[in-house]
């Protein structure tokens, strides 16, 4: 039986991540600004968006399926859902045996192929051009994603991110070159499934250069803020699953209300540093040809296998 | 001063001395006197070890015993005979304008380095030094094939390079295994290495390790002997280089990268207890064989139809030796002699020839005879000899191993027929014209020296008709140490 | 996990890192930062071998430390960088084939190259074992970059890298060669490197480029 603190706790992640997912992307924008010695948008810019476009009307084009209009609420609910599995405040949460690094990418892929089929519902070219690189983008990354998954998971025996994140936060210091090749693998990756510089720039509206601002060009209204915020949430889902990886000290190991409130602060302490380095790495990178993605995205794999192949070599007892 | 001391030292001084001195106009005949003082060594070296038996020198770093007794004073003897012949065939060239002064220089100087670095390989007990010899080899070499500075001979000299470097780092990698087996029986000590060590203890070498290890080095090594699929440097070096430089890859280096694998083989026959190393041997001396038989046809330019010969020839040799026993090491051995003795006599009158006609093309060359009676009598004799016509030596050191493989390999004899026919038929075709038919060609401004090519064949018929005890002897105790299968 | 000791740790990462090195010099696009990838490569093969050298106190593996630290990332880096100034090499690396492809090879051939090390690593009792199917794997990768580039100066650094991996195998599996072996390669691969400085001009002055495919015209007619 789930216990109520349990329930309680785990709407409570989830409660924390819609509100929190926002906010980690206005601070992202904020220091991109900064490093560009911009002017920065306030850090509640992102909220201000999501509460006008919910009060704006939605305009539908006349050929619009229902899969045009069902697709933001499957995208938004995949994210919310990754949320509430990737351990970002405990691992112990009712739905953490449904935690499977698996099952997750298998979330987010059921994720981009709605929005990917959405943007072709409508048949303009811009649509159909941002589905279609999308998609090439994701065929090419998942592979690296999971090569990553299967290299943590061959050190902690499992692929249950919350058995991951038990293990690797309670050893002790120990050198694992298969775990940094594996982690500059998954920020390549990261980058480009959000849409990040320098696989895709997130501000751009020039159309021949968009890839996810292509495929939601026809959406408006309560549909965009859906969409926005799913977008906001996949960010947080990975920084928070590359922290569970890589950086996995401080997540609680039980599902006790005070448990939970003790590991708010230091999540939002590594979200912030993380934030500040991807604005770095956005800032320094200029964006890649798309012909030269399936190289970035290349490299990322063959990181990942590598490190998966130094981890068979090197670190178990031969 | 020792013997040994001396013979080693002579052409690294002279080779040092010559980076000087080498344009003035006495320094052809110091390169000669160079040559011939250690060839007078050796000689002497030679006498002494077969009268009193294997010894070592410098501690236990190098050694001379019944397997490189012989090797030693035919190198010397091939480096003596092919400076002699150099001396005015570089004059000549000198005065076509081919070369200049300071090229030159470069070559008698990298030739006694040469010599040196092949005397070294030959004579050292350890495994890693002879390593750095036969790289070291490679080097003096290099710059020596590409002496002409045409686009040609560039060419030939960077996959001559690269080739044979990246060989020699499977070589390298080879040693490395074998010192790692080495190693764990005879312990950490820089003895592992030395072979008069490995020998005593071959049985117990890991035979996993030993095996991979032989492979390295056959395929290392091997690049250097010529054997197919690593041979493309070989027909181009031996092409645009000079005429002495081909002789010398041909008759000296050829062999001691052989020996060089022939000493490892003992070493993983002893570890691996089975047919391995030397069925390896044969496939690839077989492959060899077939590969050169049927490129031979196609070539037109002469030198590097003879280079094709060579690479026949050594991976004869090398099926010889994989197929083991007291005969077929015999016949190797007999072989190994017979044709770098043939092959620098071929390049020499080959080197003449295409110096007085004055092109490299076979269908250009012709009349032989009247340019100059001796010079075709030369080419027409050695390609005789090489083609394994009796009485020449050759025809002996063939018809072993062919008799050796008819009763006990019959599945290669069909196909060493095959190749040794194809060769014959291709050669001779070719060489035919070239010696008999109409010229104009002019008389060089340096007579050139033909004494070398009737000094080698001479040996070579010599040893077809009649083989001196002492050397039946040695023949017989390096086939023994090679250990039958 | 805690039974592999610290040092040993240590030398895996640089192990790792060198691995690393080696792929980011096959995908490297230009000259000069392809040289001082390699250099970096020597550093860390340095550092490997030293760290080898304070936890087993072989004296020997001290001289061999700071053989490589100068040969290979000071003294090389240095007569390749010389070289590419005077030659005026321009900046783009010519690949045959496209570089994503030459990657996937090369991982290829690392699981290949691990495949072959594993029984030999099993039998070796050094505490840096586990490194010579890198080692191996570096020695292919080189060999990879050799025949896949175009422009000589790459094939001279996939060569000298070749060296390295071989460096490598020899200090994972023995503890090194006997230093005179040592010296002895050591003097091949500079006299090598200078020999092929030489030829780099004879290339230029007779083709005005360093690119190879000027020099495959010799066949067999």
């Known amino acids: 039986m789930i216990s109520i603190s349990g329930l309680i706790g785990q709407l409570f992640a989830i409660a924390l991540a819609l509100a929190l997912a926002p906010l980690l992307s206005g601070w992202v924008g904020m220091c991109r600004a900064w490093l560009q010695s911009r002017t920065a948008p306030p850090l509640w810019q992102p909220y201000y968006m999501l509460h006008k476009l919910f009060h704006k009307d939605v305009v539908l084009a006349e050929g619009a399926s229902s899969l045009f209009r069902v697709a933001p609420f499957v995208m938004f609910g995949c994210m919310v859902l990754a949320c509430a599995i990737v351990p970002s405040l405990s691992t112990d949460l009712p739905f953490a045996p449904a935690a499977d690094a698996l099952a997750l990418v298998g979330v987010f892929g059921l994720a981009r192929i709605f929005i990917a089929l959405a943007a072709m519902d409508i048949g303009t070219s811009f649509g159909t051009l941002g589905g279609r690189r999308e998609m090439l983008i994701g065929f090419l990354a998942e592979p690296a994603l999971l090569m990553v998954i299967f290299t943590v998971a061959m050190i902690a025996q499992s692929t249950s991110v919350a058995t991951i994140v038990e293990t690797l936060a309670h050893r002790d210091f120990y050198i694992h070159p298969s775990l940094a090749f594996a982690g500059v693998a998954f920020t390549f990756v990261s980058l480009a499934e959000n849409a990040r510089v320098p696989v895709d720039n997130p501000a751009t509206h020039l159309e021949l250069t968009m890839i996810h601002e292509a495929m939601i060009l026809e959406y408006s209204g309560r549909h965009l803020a859906l969409i926005e915020w799913a977008a906001s949430l996949k960010l947080y889902a990975y920084s928070c699953l590359g922290l569970a990886f890589f950086f996995p000290w401080g997540i609680a190991a039980g599902d006790s209300f005070p448990a939970l409130l003790a590991a708010i602060p230091l999540l939002v302490l590594k979200l912030a540093i993380g934030g500040v380095l991807l604005a770095g790495i956005e800032t320094i990178n200029a964006k890649l040809r798309i012909f030269r993605a399936p190289e970035f995205l290349g490299t990322a794999f063959l990181l990942a296998v590598l490190g998966l192949l130094v981890r068979l070599l090197l670190e178990t007892k031969l | 001063m020792d013997l040994f001391t001396l013979m080693l030292l002579i052409p690294l001084v002279s080779g040092a001395l010559l980076t000087v001195v080498g344009e003035r106009a006495w320094a052809p005949n110091l390169n000669i006197v160079a040559s011939l003082g250690t060839f007078l060594a050796a000689a002497l070296l030679t006498v002494e070890i077969v009268a009193n038996g294997p010894r070592f020198a410098f501690g236990e770093q190098f050694f001379i015993d019944s397997l490189n007794v012989f090797f030693v004073a035919l190198t010397a003897f091939v480096g003596l005979t092919t400076s002699i012949f150099s001396s005015p065939y570089m004059k000549n060239e000198r005065e076509h304008g081919r070369l200049s002064a300071g090229r030159l220089r470069l070559y008698k100087s990298m030739y006694q380095l040469f010599m040196f670095t092949m005397l070294a390989a030959l004579t050292t007990n350890n495994l890693g030094i002879l390593w750095v010899a036969m790289e070291a080899a490679t080097l003096t070499t290099v710059l020596l094939v590409s002496l002409y500075r045409t686009p040609a001979s560039l060419e030939a000299a960077w996959k001559y390079f690269i080739l044979c470097g990246v060989g020699i780092a499977q070589a390298l990698f080879g040693t490395i295994l074998l010192y790692f087996a080495a190693e764990r029986v005879l312990g950490e000590t820089g003895n592992a290495l030395l072979w008069t060590h490995l020998v005593e203890v071959k049985g117990s070498l890991e035979p996993t390790i030993m095996a991979l290890s032989f492979i390295f080095l056959l395929v290392g090594y091997g690049t250097k002997v010529g054997l197919a699929p690593l041979h493309n440097w070989l027909p181009d070096a031996h092409a645009e280089g000079p005429t002495p430089v081909s002789a010398v890859l041909s008759g000296l280096l050829l062999n001691v990268a052989l020996y060089a694998i022939l000493r490892c083989k003992v070493l993983a026959d002893g570890a691996i207890h089975s047919d391995f190393a030397g069925n390896l041997m044969m496939g690839f001396g077989l492959f060899t064989l077939l590969v050169a038989a049927f490129f031979l046809s196609r070539q037109r330019d002469i030198k590097r139809m003879f280079a094709y010969s060579s690479i026949e020839h050594m991976g004869l040799i090398t099926f010889a030796f994989g197929m083991g026993g007291a005969v077929a090491n015999f016949a190797g051995l007999l072989h190994m002699t017979m044709h770098s003795l043939t092959k620098s006599a071929i390049f020499f009158a080959v080197g003449h020839a295409t110096q007085k006609i004055g092109t490299q093309q076979m269908d250009d060359i012709r009349g032989l005879m009247r340019v100059n009676p001796l010079i075709g009598w030369g080419l027409m004799l050695g390609t005789l000899a090489i083609l394994g016509m009796p009485p020449f030596g050759v025809f002996a050191s063939e018809f072993m191993i062919l008799t050796h493989a008819m009763k006990h390999h019959p599945w290669a004899t069909p196909v060493l027929l095959l190749a040794l026919g194809v060769a014959f038929a291709a050669i001779f075709g070719k060489v035919q014209p070239m010696v008999f038919g109409e010229t104009e060609a002019k008389r060089l401004p340096h007579a050139p020296a033909i004494t070398p090519v009737f000094l080698h064949l001479g040996i070579v018929l010599m040893l077809g008709l009649w083989i001196p005890p002492y050397l039946t002897h040695w023949f017989h105790e390096a086939a023994r140490m090679l250990g039958t299968p | ?221």
């Open chain 3, 1 to 221: 996990m805690s039974s592999i000791p610290l040092s040993a740790q240590f030398i895996n990462l640089f192990a790792a890192i060198i691995l690393l090195l080696a792929f980011a010099m096959l995908a490297q696009r230009r000259v000069l930062q392809l040289i001082d990838l390699f250099a970096l490569q020597g550093a860390t093969l340095f550092l490997s071998t030293l760290t080898v050298a304070l936890t087993t106190g072989q004296a020997h593996l001290y001289g061999s430390a700071a053989l490589t630290l100068v040969l290979k990332a000071i003294l090389l880096p240095w007569i390749l960088h010389r070289l590419v100034r005077k030659l005026n090499i321009k900046g783009e690396v010519e690949p045959l084939i496209n570089i994503p492809t030459t990657m996937l090879v090369g991982l290829v051939l690392v699981i290949i190259a691990f495949n072959v090390a594993l029984p030999i690593s099993q039998l070796a009792h050094t505490i840096t074992r586990g490194t010579l199917g890198i080692a191996l794997a570096v020695v292919m990768l080189a060999f990879l970059m050799m025949i896949t580039r175009r422009k000589a100066i790459t094939q001279v650094v996939g060569f000298l890298s070749m060296e390295n991996g071989l460096f490598l195998a020899a200090t994972s599996a023995t503890y090194g060669m006997p230093m005179v072996v040592e010296l002895g390669i050591a003097l091949d691969v500079l006299v090598g490197a200078i020999i092929l400085g030489v030829f780099f001009f004879q290339i230029r002055d007779q083709f005005d480029s360093l690119d190879i495919h000027h020099m495959e015209k010799l066949k067999d007619s």
